[in-house]
């Protein structure tokens, strides 16, 4: 496989150019800025597909495994511009997840079985790893293989799987073996879900959309071929395999959005006349400021070819509380209108309001909650002891 | 632990960050503070002299002023080690602010007086505002006398010269006086951080019109940029305060044992500890960014970086220092322990030249005209 040229040969600019031009001619207009923060394989597999046809598919994997092999500096371009032009999110877990942990830990077999399919959409794949009892101490999972011959027998379930109910394949954290220490005797596998015994049951969330499930497992037999590295070592592989990508989650994108989502409701409901508004409006402007500084903070980090620490997360708590203050602070402009669960109209122009607001409740937990990013950080980078 | 990261290819950064460490490991900074609050004083003649000679004082003058020509990454450096090393003398109100002005004017007289304010032979406040802050509250008659009161004035009574921002018939003039004159009359009030504030009136001090260094647009522009220039410099002090006091803090609960346990592995005070980090780290991110905004981008682009940067330090480098002492506990009260004098340096500085919500707003404003 190749890619047209080298990308990181170009400058940061002049790659940004290019990918934003070719982009902005070929991603739908009817997927720009979706409601949807996380539509489905169908609602997207244009606009997948079409970034597979041009080789844009994936970012930063290896150009010999189809990926277009960005640094974390051009990457950083193509995550900005395509949150720029509002393009929507493409079920991504295969590209993500599944695909940079067999690049790094998977066997030749596994890298040419699964990663050509992740590029085609023909396994569009999701993430097992919480439980109802293991969310924020996800070490102490409970879904079990046992060895039976060449397989593995699953029993057990997972919850909170984000859009499995629209996957075909599951990359599964199981306990293989019961261990003092928790971390150890934890697998990965990979597992087809119309395996017999696999029931994907949907959950609504807030906004009223399916877009995470539950998942049980009863005597699923899964091939042990398909287990990813060693058996019960698959703890550091798990936690290993964001490397860079935790900028992202710190990427002012989501409270950019939602902040001219608030001016425009303001400007029309006369909101700027009162000096006190004024005033919390000037503080979210110059925090989302203040939020892109420090991003590039740790964005220079990555351009300059280092990796990133512990202190990364930083972005992560600012970023998901700063995106929550400002969708309720479009509650309060709505005024007695606060209480419409549809869009509040700006002449024919809807703004989102409560589906932004409802939505900022989730970045707060997902990726480990905000709470549990405040206990690593005290130990990692302030060096506090344990209580 | 939080801190300016920027480029520095030939280590003039390292090497200033080196000399002020170099003397605060002679110069205790809080026994200055409590020895200048003793005897009233404005400053501290000593360590005043020591910084003109390592050249701080004319850290951005042009070396034809006797400075260094340096810019703002080593401004930013050098308030951000004084903030640490909780050094608190006038640096900004004194060397930067008066000295930016009349590098911007340029010109033999104005060279003069920067060339003093370098080698620290001359004390020269810039006189500008009223106790509330309201500019240029002089003014200069049509027969050339100055009357009218000023404020918030640093050093009014060590002050060998006076820079004075008047209006003559609606229009700023920017005059320049000895300060030894029957016809100023002084007072002056502690401030916070132990150095007396000067409140000065003038009654008909007779300016010559050799002595009007400038007027009108030319005054506007220095002043602007003056304004500018200081403003990154109290971001990034303010910046070394609360990295400082936050580092402080955090060996004092490693340290501070209660219920059997250090009180840094309560997860409540933990979280409380990572707040404040966050907060340094965007303060630290806030003044580097407007350091290379300074660089890179377009005046307006920098103004708006330097307001943001000034209101961010502010706002975090005071509610760092005031959690700091409630992280102290009792001790954190007594005027003994050195956590609530970074908490008064914050407030000064902070105070000065535009708290963080005006700040704020004044952002707002220029993005919306834009």
């Known amino acids: 496989m190749t890619q047209e040229r080298d990308w990181n040969a170009l400058s940061d600019d002049e790659f940004r150019v290019i990918f934003r031009e070719w982009v902005d001619a070929n991603c739908p207009e009817h997927l720009r800025f979706m409601r949807k923060q996380r539509p489905t394989f169908d609602e997207v597999a244009e606009w997948y597909h079409a970034l597979n046809d041009k080789g844009w598919l994936s970012p930063v994997w290896p150009v010999e495994y189809g990926g277009m092999g960005l640094d974390a500096g051009k990457h950083i371009v193509y995550v900005?511009?395509?949150?720029?032009?509002?393009?929507?999110?493409?079920?991504?877990?295969?590209?993500?997840?599944?695909?940079?942990?067999?690049?790094?830990?998977?066997?030749?077999?596994?890298?040419?079985?699964?990663?050509?399919?992740?590029?085609?959409?023909?396994?569009?794949?999701?993430?097992?790893?919480?439980?109802?009892?293991?969310?924020?101490?996800?070490?102490?999972?409970?879904?079990?293989?046992?060895?039976?011959?060449d397989d593995?027998?699953?029993?057990?379930?997972?919850?909170?799987?984000?859009?499995?109910?629209?996957?075909?394949?599951?990359?599964?954290?199981?306990?293989?073996?019961?261990?003092?220490?928790?971390?150890?005797?934890?697998?990965?596998?990979?597992?087809?879900?119309?395996?017999?015994?696999?029931?994907?049951?949907?959950?609504?969330?807030?906004?009223?959309?399916?877009?995470?499930?539950?998942?049980?497992?009863?005597?699923?037999?899964?091939?042990?071929?398909?287990?990813?590295?060693?058996?019960?070592?698959?703890?550091?592989?798990?936690?290993?395999?964001?490397?860079?990508?935790?900028?992202?989650?710190?990427?002012?994108?989501?409270?950019?959005?939602?902040?001219?989502?608030?001016?425009?409701?303001?400007?029309?409901?006369?909101a700027f006349e009162d000096a006190a508004f004024r005033s919390r409006f000037a503080k979210l402007r110059l925090d989302l400021y203040d939020l892109g500084s420090a991003f590039e903070r740790f964005a220079k980090v990555l351009r300059e070819g280092g990796t990133l620490g512990a202190d990364v997360s930083v972005l992560k708590i600012f970023c998901s509380e700063l995106?929550?203050?400002?969708?309720?602070?479009?509650?309060?402009?709505?005024?007695?209108?606060?209480?419409?669960?549809?869009?509040?109209?700006?002449?024919?122009?809807?703004?989102?309001?409560?589906?932004?607001?409802?939505?900022?409740?989730?970045?707060?937990?997902?990726?480990?909650?905000?709470?549990?990013?405040?206990?690593?950080?005290?130990k990692a980078v302030l060096g506090l002891p344990s209580g | 632990m939080p801190r300016l990261i920027l480029d520095d290819p030939d280590q003039t950064l390292e090497m200033l960050r080196d000399s002020v460490a170099t003397l605060a490991e002679r110069v205790d900074g809080a026994e200055v503070f409590r020895s200048r609050r003793a005897r009233d004083a404005e400053l501290d003649r000593d360590l005043w002299s020591e910084m003109a000679t390592a050249g701080w004082l004319g850290l951005l003058l042009p070396e034809s002023m006797g400075g260094s020509e340096l810019g703002a990454g080593e401004l930013t450096v050098l308030a951000e080690a004084f903030?640490?090393?909780?050094?608190?003398?006038?640096?900004?109100?004194?060397?930067?602010?008066?000295?930016?002005?009349?590098?911007?004017?340029?010109?033999?007289?104005?060279?003069?007086?920067?060339?003093?304010?370098?080698?620290?032979?001359?004390?020269?406040?810039?006189?500008?505002?009223?106790?509330?802050?309201?500019?240029?509250?002089?003014?200069?008659?049509?027969?050339?006398?100055?009357?009218?009161?000023?404020?918030?004035?640093?050093?009014?009574?060590?002050?060998?010269?006076?820079?004075?921002?008047?209006?003559?018939?609606?229009?700023?003039?920017?005059?320049?006086?000895?300060?030894?004159?029957?016809?100023?009359?002084?007072?002056?009030?502690?401030?916070?951080?132990?150095?007396?504030?000067?409140?000065?009136?003038?009654?008909?001090?007779?300016?010559?019109?050799?002595?009007?260094?400038?007027?009108?647009?030319?005054?506007?522009?220095?002043?602007?940029?003056?304004?500018?220039m200081t403003r990154l410099a109290l971001a990034a002090e303010l910046a070394g305060v609360g990295a400082k006091a936050l580092e402080e803090t955090v060996a004092y609960t490693k340290e501070r044992v209660q219920f059997g346990k250090p009180i840094a592995s309560f997860q409540v005070i933990q979280h409380r500890l990572v707040d404040m980090w966050g907060d340094a780290e965007f303060a630290c991110a806030a003044v580097t960014n407007a350091v290379e905004m300074m660089r890179d981008a377009t005046p307006e682009e920098a103004g708006q970086s330097v307001l943001a940067a000034k209101a961010r330090a502010g706002d975090s480098a005071v509610t760092i220092t005031r959690r700091a002492i409630h992280l102290h506990g009792a001790m954190g009260f007594t005027d003994e322990c050195n956590i609530g004098l970074y908490n008064k340096r914050a407030i000064t500085l902070n105070a000065a030249l535009g708290q963080a919500e005006e700040l704020r707003l004044e952002f707002l404003a220029r993005e919306t005209a834009a």
């Open chain 1, 80 to 149: 900005e511009e395509w949150a720029r032009l509002g393009c929507p999110r493409i079920p991504d877990h295969g590209i993500g997840l599944t695909g940079p942990l067999l690049i790094e830990h998977g066997t030749e077999a596994q890298k040419a079985e699964f990663l050509p399919k992740i590029l085609t959409g023909e396994h569009v794949w999701c993430q097992g790893y919480s439980e109802p009892g293991a969310g924020s101490d996800l070490a102490s999972l409970r879904t079990q293989a046992v060895r039976d011959g």
């Open chain 1, 152 to 270: 593995f027998i699953i029993n057990g379930q997972k919850i909170w799987t984000t859009l499995a109910h629209c996957a075909n394949w599951i990359l599964l954290l199981v306990r293989t073996t019961n261990s003092d220490k928790r971390q150890h005797g934890i697998t990965v596998i990979l597992v087809e879900l119309s395996s017999p015994g696999v029931l994907v049951r949907p959950i609504k969330n807030l906004r009223e959309e399916e877009d995470f499930c539950e998942v049980f497992f009863e005597n699923v037999r899964v091939p042990a071929k398909n287990v990813v590295g060693d058996v019960d070592a698959g703890w550091a592989l798990a936690k290993t395999v964001l490397g860079h990508e935790r900028i992202f989650l710190g990427a002012p994108s989501r409270p950019e959005y939602a902040l001219t989502r608030l001016e425009i409701l303001a400007k029309d409901r006369g």
């Open chain 1, 323 to 378: 995106y929550q203050r400002i969708t309720e602070e479009m509650l309060t402009v709505a005024g007695e209108e606060a209480r419409f669960y549809d869009d509040l109209m700006v002449g024919d122009r809807g703004i989102d309001a409560m589906n932004l607001y409802l939505d900022s409740r989730a970045p707060a937990i997902f990726g480990g909650s905000n709470e549990i990013q405040r206990t690593i950080l005290a």
């Open chain 2, 83 to 228: 903030g640490r090393a909780l050094i608190t003398e006038p640096f900004a109100a004194l060397a930067v602010l008066p000295g930016r002005i009349l590098a911007n004017i340029g010109g033999a007289a104005a060279g003069e007086i920067a060339t003093g304010i370098a080698d620290g032979s001359r004390i020269v406040p810039f006189l500008w505002q009223d106790t509330r802050g309201a500019r240029a509250p002089m003014t200069l008659s049509a027969e050339g006398t100055l009357s009218g009161q000023v404020d918030l004035v640093t050093a009014a009574y060590a002050a060998t010269d006076y820079l004075v921002l008047c209006k003559q018939d609606g229009e700023l003039a920017l005059v320049h006086l000895p300060a030894r004159s029957e016809r100023f009359s002084l007072s002056s009030r502690p401030g916070l951080d132990a150095a007396m504030i000067g409140q000065v009136t003038a009654k008909g001090v007779s300016v010559d019109a050799g002595s009007i260094l400038a007027r009108g647009a030319t005054l506007d522009a220095a002043l602007s940029d003056a304004i500018e």
